[in-house]
């Protein structure tokens, strides 16, 4: 079984300042990474993956993430923030045979201030 | 089309009642599910149906009951809900269908708001 851990729940943040959201993950066999986005009463929207290759990931909107094996880490970034980026982000991993059963940590919020 | 549609937006039953919740992809994907998310948590997995056959059941409640027609649509039945079942269901399709497939992403609908009163 794996199991994911976003290790901020809430992270305040003013616009136009850098973003950090950490996400670590453990697993006995590799495992796929995404991050999802989710506005206020929306469903869930793919920022970015890691199935296999380069370690860095470039998403939509701007933001980034790197896969760090050794340190079992999928952290994601963002150089600048706007207010539309107020959301929550979920990471999450599922691995290859496993009908992509997505198992995902408990979520950051994320609010910027103007 | 990436898009998948979840039908309706909102909805309020009370615990005698029977409702369905309807889910429509066409991207041709072949794995539909159904998530359940609670206010202030992830979403997490109910059912998965690979080629229109359920393939994980993750232990969920008798009065939840899935239903995939067609390999388009996904529909979740709901029979004597009790409140605590009030949440977004959300319905998600990707395009592997199981076991030894290349691994992609799970496109999500919008979800549908559900309240037992």
């Known amino acids: 079984a794996q199991s994911v851990t976003q290790l901020d729940s809430q992270v305040p943040v003013f616009e136009e300042a850098p973003v950090e959201l950490r996400c670590n993950y453990s697993?006995?066999?590799?495992?796929?990474l995404f991050w999802y986005v989710q506005y206020p009463n929306q469903g869930l929207q793919l920022l970015l993956k890691y199935l296999s290759g380069s370690t860095l990931v470039k998403g939509i909107n701007g933001f980034e993430a790197e896969f760090n094996k050794s340190q079992t880490s999928f952290h994601l970034r963002k150089p600048s923030v706007h207010i539309s980026d107020t959301a929550e982000y979920f990471c999450?991993?599922?691995?290859?045979?496993?009908?992509?059963?997505?198992?995902f940590g408990g979520g950051t919020r994320v609010l910027v201030k103007p | 089309d990436t898009e998948v549609t979840q039908t309706p937006k909102h909805l309020v039953m009370g615990m005698t009642n029977k409702k369905s919740l309807k889910c429509e992809q066409h991207m041709g994907h072949r794995a539909m599910y159904w998530y359940k998310q609670k206010a202030k948590k992830p979403p997490e997995l109910m059912f998965v149906?690979?080629?229109?056959?359920?393939?994980i059941n993750e232990s969920v409640p008798s009065r939840f009951s899935p239903e995939c027609p067609n390999s388009s649509l996904l529909n979740l039945h709901l029979h004597a809900l009790q409140p605590e079942d009030s949440a977004l269901y959300l319905c998600a399709s990707s395009q592997d269908g199981g076991q030894g497939e290349i691994n992609t992403e799970a496109f999500f609908g919008q979800g549908t708001r559900l309240t037992v009163v």
């Open positions: 149906y690979s080629y229109e056959k359920l393939s």
């Open positions: 999450a991993v599922s691995r290859k045979a496993a009908g992509n059963k997505l198992t």
């Open positions: 697993s006995s066999v590799s495992v796929y």
